[in-house]
């Protein structure tokens, strides 16, 4: 079984920084691809940032220029900067990955539980 955790979320001041952490455990063969995702109190979920097969990273407009995304494929961990953070980016994020497993075929997606930011002073 595949699991995803993130961890890292907290309380932190507008303008201040965070680092999540998403890391896949489980009967992993590959991975497709990973992103971070959001959803706000009385809003839909969105796209924050993620990575594709090829190793291309994309950001949402709303996070450009102040959340990085990186990974350490060693250990299976992607983790998301935020940078400059604004009350606006108080939500739950989640972590989503396509997950191939051992002795399948076909990819599937996982999801983690998700992890409290809150912005605030």
Same mark, same amino acid.
């Given at each position: 079984?595949?699991? @995803?955790?993130?961890?890292?979320?907290? @309380?932190?001041?507008? !303008?201040? $920084? *965070?680092? *999540?952490?998403?890391? =896949? $455990?489980?009967?992993?063969?590959?991975?497709? !691809?990973? !992103?971070?995702?959001?959803?706000a109190q009385g809003k839909q979920r969105e796209r924050? =940032?993620?990575?594709?097969?090829?190793?291309? $990273?994309? +950001? =949402?407009?709303?996070?450009? !220029?102040?959340?990085?995304? $990186?990974? #350490? #494929?060693?250990? #299976?961990?992607?983790? *998301?900067?935020m940078n400059n953070r604004k009350p606006e980016d108080? =939500?739950?994020? +989640?972590?989503?990955?396509?997950?191939?497993?051992?002795?399948?075929?076909?990819?599937?997606?996982?999801?983690?539980?998700?992890?409290?930011?809150?912005?605030?002073?």
């Amino acid at each position: 079984q595949v699991q @995803l955790v993130e961890s890292g979320g907290g @309380l932190v001041q507008p !303008g201040g $920084s *965070l680092r *999540l952490s998403c890391t =896949a $455990s489980g009967s992993i063969d590959s991975i497709n !691809g990973m !992103g971070w995702y959001r959803q706000a109190q009385g809003k839909q979920r969105e796209r924050v =940032a993620g990575f594709t097969r090829f190793d291309t $990273s994309d +950001y =949402a407009e709303f996070v450009k !220029g102040r959340f990085t995304i $990186s990974r #350490n #494929n060693a250990k #299976n961990t992607m983790y *998301l900067q935020m940078n400059n953070r604004k009350p606006e980016d108080t =939500a739950v994020y +989640y972590c989503s990955a396509s997950v191939r497993e051992v002795g399948s075929t076909w990819y599937q997606q996982y999801w983690g539980q998700g992890t409290q930011v809150t912005v605030s002073s």
